[in-house]
């Protein structure tokens, strides 16, 4: 079947710009993590979604990000006044069920550049 | 939080070799992913492995719960093993994935 899908695959935005990011689950997953992968490092969490809610979103850096899931199936990453320092690759995972003892998917991730 | 440590950071092989790649986790896990990223940078799951032994054609992987580590093993490694692999875990407080540092394996014909 079809794996975890983002668009765009790339993204390159000029500082203080919005911009969207959007991720497609496996079918059937209830669970939708957005993780950001820096250069030279492993991914680090964002926002997890149980269905329709955020139910945690600790690992967002500061207000300017945002996340939906509006049916508790696409999700958007959204990034207000983008700074030089979002520039990272954004990685979403979805998993069957909700918690961490369950195998998450990624996807192949949208490298944002902000120049 | 739970810590996760990958060692060695690089590796550089011959085509042919084989090798052992380590993650250390610092505390009781529910959940133990590897993954290699690809040079594209796509996350490539190798083996759910929270606990037990498990193998795939030339890759295994063991995780000795009990002794917060796991292995992979890579044998008769080809130049498509290049890149980078992670080692992932999660535990019953957390939400989600905490990952290592990663090891990036050259694998040179």
């Known amino acids: 079947g079809a794996g975890v899908s983002q668009t765009p695959s790339n993204k390159v935005t000029e500082k203080g710009k919005y911009v969207e990011l959007r991720c497609d689950p496996i079918?059937?997953?209830?669970?939708l993590y957005w993780y950001r992968q820096s250069l030279g490092q492993g991914p680090e969490f964002l926002i997890y979604?149980?269905?329709?809610?955020?139910?945690?979103d600790s690992g967002l850096p500061n207000d300017r990000f945002f996340a939906v899931r509006p049916e508790g199936s696409v999700s958007t990453l959204k990034i207000q006044r983008t700074e030089r320092g979002d520039s990272a690759v954004y990685l979403c995972?979805?998993?069957?069920?909700?918690?961490?003892?369950?195998?998450?998917?990624f996807g192949p991730g949208t490298r944002l550049t902000v120049t | 939080g739970i810590q996760v440590e990958q060692s060695p950071p690089d590796l550089i092989l011959q085509e042919g070799a084989n090798s052992t790649l380590r993650c250390n986790f610092s505390?009781?896990?529910?959940?133990l992913q590897w993954f290699h990223q690809n040079p594209w940078g796509q996350l490539i799951n190798l083996f759910y492995?929270?606990?037990g032994t498990k193998q795939n054609g030339r890759l295994s992987a063991t995780t000795v719960a009990t002794e917060r580590y796991s292995l992979l093993y890579i044998s008769s490694s080809q130049t498509t093993d290049s890149g980078v692999y992670f080692c992932?875990?999660?535990?019953?407080?957390?939400?989600?994935?905490?990952f290592g540092k990663g090891t990036t394996l050259s694998v040179s014909s």
């Open positions: 505390d009781s896990v529910n959940n």
């Open positions: 992932a875990v999660g535990d019953q407080a957390g939400t989600a994935l905490i």
């Open positions: 079918s059937g997953h209830t669970a």
């Open positions: 995972a979805s998993s069957l069920y909700p918690g961490t003892a369950y195998e998450q998917y």
């Open positions: 492995i929270p606990s």
């Open positions: 979604f149980q269905g329709t809610g955020a139910a945690d």
